[in-house]
């Protein structure tokens, strides 16, 4: 099958990427689907940070790689072992796959899955093959088993969740990384129960689906941080109580809204100085959950007793340590049914010729979630 796919050769190329032009829009071919494979017709594919930190080299992947790992579709083919699927089917597609039968699947904390892991940075499919091919035949690397701008792909059965097809595929593929990693750091990772206070670190697509998950948690406070403004006012229409311009008052600020600081505090930016922030901004006994991803190098610098002394917890959340099979169909019912507003986050329409502009968008951190239409 011949596929027009967002090829990236090359990282760390200089911004904007509207001139440096990182992604090109390649026609590669596509495999059929192996053993417990799916071709998927993508339809819905959206922009992540995680995708920006690897077009400039943060966050390192083998090349040349077919990039995106957020993304929904309809299955088109069925490869042999598929049972479960059908054709017509409805799917998000999830960006770490899990095998089911590793240590860390066994025990709940698929997030884990050590195949998965392998093989994400491998740049294969679970089953350990690439499916894809450039013009000349030379191999071409999978994005975290889904490569999600491309029209098709070929990914494992274990990436893959069914959902009700009634859900617009623009908002499904949202569910596939920020609203699972977003609402999952604050309803997994943290466990925030009625009447908590939360404080949010970077609104992006993932730091407003934390906010969401936070207002379904019944948290009383929700303070929100970040550097732009327009963010801080769609965060308070949602429902966040305070917002506060991120800079050097902001954890007072947050310890004052929150009566001495917040039980629980999620740093979604990916810093290491937002993370020492977003530490210093929790009260007695709170929790940090740690959701960005910085660089390889980058260390933290806390007051270590305070871990001891005061019982504060630091802990990190990979796909918002959700059970994928499990939270998505839960957190898209509570989308349809009005919980889970979703919708308020997708921040444009964009066509797969668009992408480096979209990236060039993000990175000046004024959009919030922009979805490619496939
Ligand atoms: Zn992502
Ligand atoms: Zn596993």
Redesign the pocket.
Known sequence: LKVRAALLREMGLPAPYAESRPLTIAELSLDPPGPEELLVRVRAAGL???DLSVIDGSRPRVMPMALG??AAGEVVELGPGTGGFAVGDHVVLV?VPSCGTCAFCMSGRPALCEPAAAANAAGTLLGGDRRWAGATGEAIHHHLGVSAFADHVVVSTRSAVRIDPDVPFEIAALFG??VL?GTGAVLNSARVSPGQSVAIFGLGGVGLSALLGALLAGAERVVVADVVAEKLALARELGATHAVMAGPSAVEEIRQATDGGADCAIETVGSEQVLAAAYAATRRGGTTVSVGLPHPERMLQIPVVSLVGEERTLRGSYLGSCVPKRDLPRLLALYQRGRLPVERILSGLLSLEELNEGFDRLASGHAMRQVVML
């Open positions: 992540c940070h995680s790992h957020e960006f990384c920020a990693t």
